[in-house]
């Protein structure tokens, strides 16, 4: 079964500071994207990052970073200089590029910002 | 440009009762997918349309339904609904499948069953 997990269920980190969301999927696919798409209290999903697996380069996206590490099959999140208006639930998810547009979503990881 | 909209934001139904839900992708976008969440299963794929056709069906009853029509507007329809039909319904749009570009999603359709 393709799946993935996010291990932290919540994570918390002070105003500026930095922290970092776990992600571990599962596919034997050899073509795909990765995301993390942030879920603020409106519901609203809201694409962060997009990586291609073929490319080695990690994403970045102003303060927000990846370390895609393809034979472990990680793909972590990490905010750099955390801001209240990054408090939000977390979803990691892949897309096979052959399957279309199906997301396969992990159970996310709430981030609590603390002034 | 205006994002994904859905309709209606908010709803309540009886079991028993059908619902359809509506949505209208991003302009020039032809992919629309559905997603339900709840607390419980989290995330989890309904369908996907393109030109009018689904292309790709998640693990849910055929109680679920959707169609896509030629403007690439899409519904999607909960029939004989049940207390666990109660969710947030999103959907998502995209240029097309197969591609990998990006997906914007909607705000979501809250349906509460009781």
């Known amino acids: 079964a393709q799946t993935v997990t996010q291990s932290q269920p919540e994570m918390s980190v002070q105003e500026a500071e930095t922290v970092t969301l776990s992600c571990t999927y599962d596919?034997?696919?050899?073509?795909?994207?990765l995301f993390w798409y942030k879920q603020p209290p409106s519901r609203q999903m809201i694409l962060v990052i997009r990586?291609?697996?073929?490319?080695?380069q990690n994403a970045t996206e102003n303060r927000f970073s990846v370390n895609f590490q393809k034979a472990a099959k990680s793909f972590s999140l990490k905010i750099s200089d955390s801001q209240l208006g990054d408090a939000a639930m977390y979803f990691c998810?892949?897309?096979?590029?052959?399957?279309?547009?199906?997301?396969?979503f992990g159970g996310g990881t709430r981030v609590l910002v603390k002034p | 440009k205006a994002g994904v909209t859905q309709t209606p934001r908010y709803l309540i139904k009886t079991r028993g009762q059908q619902v359809t839900l509506s949505c209208s992708p991003i302009?020039?976008?032809?992919?629309v997918s559905w997603y339900q969440q709840t607390p419980g299963q989290g995330l989890q794929f309904l369908f996907e349309?393109?030109?009018?056709?689904?292309?790709n069906k998640g693990n849910f009853p055929g109680r679920f339904s959707g169609r896509q029509f030629s403007n690439s507007r899409s519904e999607m329809n909960v029939s004989t609904l049940e207390l666990g039909d109660s969710a947030l319904y999103l959907c998502?749009?995209?240029?097309?499948?197969?591609?990998?570009?990006?997906?914007?999603f909607g705000e979501g359709s809250w349906l509460t069953v009781v």
């Open positions: 998502a749009s995209s240029l097309d499948p197969n591609s990998g570009n990006t997906i914007y």
């Open positions: 596919t034997s696919e050899s073509d795909y994207y």
């Open positions: 990586q291609e697996a073929y490319k080695q």
């Open positions: 998810a892949y897309l096979i590029k052959a399957a279309g547009n199906k997301l396969t």
């Open positions: 302009s020039g976008h032809r992919s």
């Open positions: 349309y393109f030109s009018e056709t689904q292309r």
